[in-house]
Nanobody, 121 residues
């Protein structure tokens, strides 16, 4: 059974940092794109960042460019999201996701259960 388990969420003040981790089990994802989405209260889930499996290309939504960094450790089957200079508008439930192939096109096949990030002003 494939599982994606997020950790690292919490409460932080504006300007602070958090590092989210997503540990995958049940299969390896070294040949799959992995990434992060988030969903704020009363809003739709949105793409945040992804890491392709070919060439190591990374992609970010405009609102987090320069502040968030996605990385992955294929040996640990884990993807990370380093979040710096956090803002109250970053408050959301963050979800780890894995696509069925090397790039982040289409809807991810696998999802984690989510981890809450709250940024206080």
């Amino acid at each position: 059974q494939v599982q994606l388990v997020e950790s690292g969420g919490g409460l932080v003040q504006t300007g602070g940092s958090l590092r989210l981790s997503c540990a995958a089990s049940g299969r390896t994802f070294s040949n799959n794109a992995m990434g992060w989405f988030r969903q704020a209260a009363e809003k739709e889930r949105e793409f945040v960042a992804s890491f392709s499996a070919i060439g190591g290309s990374t992609f970010y939504t405009d609102s987090v460019k320069g502040r968030f960094t996605i990385s992955r450790d294929n040996a640990k089957n884990t993807v990370y999201l380093q979040m710096n200079s956090l803002k109250p508008e970053d408050t959301a439930v963050y979800y780890c996701a894995a696509w069925s192939w090397a790039f982040h096109t289409g809807t991810p096949e696998y999802w984690g259960q989510g981890t809450q990030v709250t940024v206080s002003s």
